[in-house]
């Protein structure tokens, strides 16, 4: 059994940054494409950004385009989300995900899930 454990998030301004990082419990993270996504209220779960296996390419959803950044540690067993610039409308509970892969032409998650990390940005 595969856990997955968030953290990083909390409350900052308009503009602001925030690093999170995403554990990986099992011995299999380095043969997986890892990605987060986020739930913001009242809203669905949507994709954020993805990184292949070796961390050779990255994806990501338009509106974090140049302002998110992911990458992974394969020796550590975690993947990170560097978030600068931080608007309003980024504020959500942020997941990680194994086994991230685009399927029918979406970002979807597969695998194991995190329980989340809340990421609040203030105008």
């Known amino acids: 059994q595969v856990v997955l454990v968030e953290s990083g998030g909390g409350l900052v301004q308009a503009g602001g940054s925030l690093r999170l990082s995403c554990k990986h419990s099992g011995r299999s993270f380095s043969r997986y494409a890892m990605g987060w996504f986020r739930r913001a209220p009242e809203k669905e779960r949507e994709f954020v950004a993805a990184?292949?296996?070796?961390?050779?390419?990255?994806y990501y959803k338009d509106s974090v385009k140049g302002r998110f950044t992911i990458s992974r540690d394969n020796a550590e067993n975690t993947i990170y989300l560097q978030m600068n610039n931080l608007r309003p409308e980024d504020t959500a509970v942020y997941y990680c995900?194994?086994?991230?892969?685009?399927?029918?032409?979406?970002?979807?998650?597969?695998?194991?899930w995190g329980q989340g990390t809340q990421v609040t940005v203030s105008s």
């Open positions: 995900n194994t086994g991230t892969r685009k399927y029918e032409g979406e970002w979807k998650g597969f695998g194991s």
């Open positions: 990184i292949t296996l070796d961390g050779g390419s990255t």
